[in-house]
Nanobody
Framework: QVQFVESGGGLVQAGGSLRLSCAAS??????????YGWYRQAPGKQRELVAR???????NYADSVKGRFTLSRDNTKNTVYLQMNSLEPEDTALYYC?????????????WGQGTQVTVSS
């Protein structure tokens, strides 16, 4: 069973840093068949894209995190990392990892259970 599992959330003061990880498991992945995304949802707000990397390696960031967050991937570990620097209280949210896996039968979407990030002022 394919799973995407997040880790690394926590409580940090404004201006601090956290690194989130998302590990894919459950099958053998080829780097060019899996893309990842980080989304977040704050209380009372819609889920929004934070950053994503496609199977081809293209990276996009939300305007609100550009220059502060960095997405990277380790294909040997089927893991992506979201380095979050200069955190602001507005970054407080439940962060979800999204995975899109392509194989001979189609394209499939998976979601992790989320990891909480809380930034205190």
């Amino acid at each position: 069973q394919v799973q995407f599992v997040e880790s690394g959330g926590g409580l940090v003061q404004a201006g601090g840093s956290l690194r989130l990880s998302c590990a894919a498991s459950g099958r053998t992945f080829s780097p060019n068949t899996i893309g990842y995304g980080w989304y977040r949802q704050a209380p009372g707000k819609q889920r929004e894209l934070v950053a994503r990397i496609t199977s081809a390696g293209s990276i996009n960031y939300a305007d609100s995190v550009k220059g502060r967050f960095t997405l990277s991937r380790d294909n040997t570990k089927n893991t992506v990392y979201l380095q979050m620097n200069s955190l602001e209280p507005e970054d407080t949210a439940l962060y979800y990892c999204h995975g899109r896996v392509r194989d001979a039968t189609g394209e499939y979407d998976y979601w992790g259970q989320g990891t909480q990030v809380t930034v205190s002022s």
